[in-house]
């Protein structure tokens, strides 16, 4: 059998736990074949988070969502959403399998592609799925991808990676800690007050309270070097976000070349999850209230 179906390929459970599943090719999105339960499990996220997110989410990435006329009503598809994309950013979106292997990841980024999961979750996964599916990637993603800033942000981000690889492992996870910590979990100031803008936060409707209303985590002012060396939570709420003041403050703190930072931590502590330091700005201070001491990343 040869027909180029695409496969939906999430990750293995066995005895030494959770184990991801890459993929590295692209395929057709083939939007005719979504059944009506998708269509409404689509529906059923989208209608959640529009509300919820009306006071929460950053103004631009609201703005996005209006502008790619993402609706309840079925699942986008990809060649509409590239039309606007095209016009706004000339960024692309293209339909993958699962994860990607990183240097794969990065290599889309930095052509400005962005890769996108065509499946979306199961009914009984609504509140929570461990990978990346149709849902998150879209409405967590592609918003703030009509915003000429971010971007930008996201391919220099893409250009950063292969220099990385280059550089050693460290250094990747020290880049990658930055992506959670921005892309991924990233607050923002506005006029308004605090905002959300990272995909993970938008995508979950618990996070989405949590991240902004709960006292447990820390909320600190944005820190290149700090968040490089800070491990993150992959299984449960973050326990600390780090606030920018705006896209512009982002991507000028990360323009610069970043081997001179990596070296100079190359022999510095970690922190954990959840660990205030003096030399913090620290915006709140988290009460820690429900903290697992386990399982930082
Ligand atoms: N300036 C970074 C480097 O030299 C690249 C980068 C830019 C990374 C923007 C993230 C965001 O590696
Ligand atoms: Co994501």
């Not at 000339?90 to 339909?95: C, Q, R």
């Not at 081997?259 to 709140?284: C, M, T």
């Amino acid at each position: 059998m040869n027909d180029n179906t695409p496969r939906r390929v999430e990750h293995q459970q066995t005895d030494k736990g959770y184990v991801p599943v890459y993929t590295t090719g692209i395929v057709e999105q083939q939007w005719d074949n979504y059944t009506a339960t998708e269509h409404s499990t689509w529906a059923t996220l989208f209608k959640r988070q529009w509300e919820l997110l009306q006071d929460r989410a950053c103004p631009e990435f609201l703005e996005g969502v209006q502008t790619l006329g993402m609706t309840p009503d079925k699942i986008p598809r990809f060649a509409d959403l590239n039309k606007q994309l095209r016009d706004a950013t000339d960024w692309k979106l293209v339909a993958v399998e699962g994860l990607l292997p990183e240097l794969v990841f990065f290599d889309h980024l930095a052509k400005r592609r962005f890769p996108v999961t065509w499946w979306i979750r199961r009914p009984d996964q609504l509140d929570y799925i461990a990978e990346p599916d149709l849902f998150h990637d879209l409405l967590g993603h592609v918003p703030l991808l009509m915003n000429p800033v971010f971007a930008d942000y996201m391919q220099h981000y893409g250009l950063g990676g292969v220099k990385a690889s280059g550089v050693g492992d460290q250094a990747l996870i020290q880049l990658s800690r930055l992506y959670w910590y921005t892309v991924e979990f990233g607050l923002i100031r506005s006029k308004a007050g605090l905002r959300i803008y990272g995909s993970g936060i938008l995508s979950s409707s618990g996070e989405s309270i949590y991240s902004l209303d709960s006292a447990a985590p820390n909320r600190f002012g944005f820190d290149l070097e700090r968040i490089m060396r800070t491990r993150y939570r992959i299984d449960t709420f973050q326990k600390s976000y780090f606030v920018i003041d705006s896209f512009e403050q982002l991507f000028e703190s990360t323009v610069p070349d970043f081997r001179p930072i990596y070296a100079g931590i190359k022999d510095q502590p970690e922190f954990a999850a959840g660990e205030v330091l003096d030399s913090d700005n620290v915006i709140q201070r988290g009460s820690g209230e429900g903290w697992t001491t386990d399982g930082d990343f």
